[in-house]
């Protein structure tokens, strides 16, 4: 459900629109092609999980979006990345850097070493309001007990001098999700936010930005490798492998029956409890080399349903079913994979 700002804005009107991104990165080893011409449309009150093992291009094109990329040694080739129609790759890093925490927020992975260890956590999520916003140090500390308040940390003002080594792994994540709501962004890119927490944890955290998203209706883009992580909140996920979409769909749709070999395999590899008693099964092999991607479809070494074809000819990303279906997918035998429910 779209929450009051996607209302307000139209729930329809694309909020983050990237297309046909590319980025590569000069090393010694040659040119690693790590995002090879990704698009996606989050909207507004909606989420998109970008999903994808690690090396897929996921958070390198998210760093893009966030004007975070070190340049030299990566450089981005082709593509655009537009925020209400604005395309943010035309900014200068004085522009991107107003763009960033004001619009377009981060969650990263890491909670304690995104945080800064010398500075309470009052004191950090205070400074984006007296930077930014020009408040006072009092008002600052107020706005930073709300926030606080909001990401549901018990006894927030009792909390607001602690250090961020003095909260356990959930609350810093909830720390960093304070932070990135601070200046009411219309997107927020949480990056792998539940990782290092436990189960139960993780399930706390993803029940919180599914909340926080319905009450701020910002667009939530939430980059993971994990489909079980997402499986209640994302409205649409889009899957990554070698830096291209491999395919793309309605969350409950791929759930039931995922149309590209690679989405069947991440399924095949997480504990579901809609299915008892089957046996996970790991995608064999690795993520391919991105400064020496295979011929054809980059999965077909590691592809149970792969033929000769596969190795010679690149698959396009193509609509799946009827054209309103808004699903697409690119393997040589979707349809087929699909008649037999997805198997090989
Ligand atoms: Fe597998 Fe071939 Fe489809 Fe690639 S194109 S996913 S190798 S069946």
């Known amino acids: 459900m779209p929450g009051p700002r996607a209302a307000a804005a139209g729930a329809d009107a694309p909020l983050l629109e990237v297309d046909d991104l590319h980025v590569e990165f000069r090393t010694s080893r040659g040119t690693v092609h790590a995002v090879n011409g990704l698009g996606y449309t989050l909207h507004a009150g909606r989420t998109l999980a970008l999903l994808g093992e690690s090396g897929s291009g996921k958070s390198v094109a998210a760093q893009a979006v966030m004007g975070l990329l070190p340049t030299p040694p990566a450089r981005i080739t082709r593509g655009t990345v537009r925020l209400r129609g604005q395309d943010l790759l035309r900014l200068s890093d004085a522009e991107h850097r107003k763009v960033r925490g004001?619009?377009?927020?981060?969650?990263?992975?890491?909670?304690?070493?995104?945080?800064?260890?010398?500075?309470?956590?009052?004191?950090?999520?205070?400074?984006?309001?007296?930077?930014?916003?020009?408040?006072?140090?009092?008002?600052?500390?107020a706005k930073a007990v709300e926030l606080m308040d909001r990401v549901r940390i018990p006894g927030a003002a009792?909390?607001?001098?602690?250090?961020?080594?003095?909260?356990?792994?959930?609350?810093?994540?909830?720390?960093?999700?304070?932070?990135?709501?601070?200046?009411?962004?219309?997107?927020?890119?949480?990056d792998e936010p539940t990782?290092?927490?436990?189960?139960?944890?993780?399930?706390?955290?993803?029940?919180?930005?599914?909340?926080?998203?319905q009450e701020t209706g910002m667009g939530l883009l939430l980059i993971t490798h994990d489909l079980g992580v997402v499986a209640s909140v994302a409205d649409r996920i889009t899957v990554m492998y070698a830096?291209?979409?491999?395919?793309?769909?309605?969350a409950p749709r791929l759930y039931k029956a995922p149309a590209h070999p690679y989405t069947r395999g991440l399924l095949d590899s997480v504990p579901r409890l809609d299915r008892?008693?089957?046996?996970?099964?790991?995608?064999?092999?690795?993520?391919?080399?991105?400064?020496?991607?295979?011929?054809?479809c980059a999965f077909h070494?590691?592809?149970?349903?792969?033929?000769?074809?596969?190795?010679?000819?690149?698959?396009?990303?193509l609509t799946v079913g009827a054209p309103d279906a808004e699903r697409r997918s690119?393997?040589?035998?979707?349809?087929?994979?699909?008649?037999?429910?997805?198997?090989?």
């Open 301 to 317: 070494p590691r592809c149970g349903s792969a033929r000769p074809r596969c190795a010679a000819e690149r698959p396009a990303l």
């Open 158 to 190: 009792r909390r607001l001098d602690d250090y961020p080594h003095q909260f356990s792994g959930g609350m810093r994540q909830r720390v960093m999700i304070a932070m990135a709501l601070a200046l009411d962004p219309e997107v927020v890119i949480a």
């Open 243 to 250: 830096g291209r979409v491999v395919e793309e769909s309605d």
């Open 102 to 141: 004001t619009r377009i927020a981060m969650v990263f992975q890491d909670a304690l070493s995104a945080l800064n260890p010398v500075l309470t956590v009052g004191d950090q999520l205070g400074e984006m309001f007296r930077v930014h916003r020009g408040l006072r140090r009092r008002e600052a500390r």
């Open 330 to 344: 690119a393997c040589h035998f979707t349809d087929e994979l699909l008649d037999r429910g997805g198997r090989p």
């Open 195 to 213: 990782t290092a927490l436990d189960v139960t944890v993780q399930a706390q955290i993803m029940r919180l930005l599914a909340e926080l998203q």
């Open 276 to 296: 008892h008693g089957e046996r996970l099964v790991p995608i064999p092999g690795s993520p391919p080399d991105l400064a020496r991607l295979p011929a054809g």
